[in-house]
């Protein structure tokens, strides 16, 4: 497995993308590839299916 790179933005790259999301009208969405991973390995019931976690 490839290891993740986080980069790390000052204030000025921060606003830079921001203005870049308001012009393409899009949200970037960073998240943890290793917390989403656990994730799934916590609800996976074996055959891919999620089992629902709020129920009793």
Do not use: C, H, W
């Amino acid at each position: 497995m490839e290891e993740s790179k986080y980069a790390q933005l000052d204030s000025e790259q921060l606003q830079e993308i921001n203005n870049l999301e308001d012009k393409l009208r899009v949200t970037l969405i960073a998240y943890d590839t290793a917390a989403i991973m656990s994730n799934v390995s916590e609800t996976d019931n074996g055959n891919g299916a999620s089992r629902d976690m709020t129920s009793s």
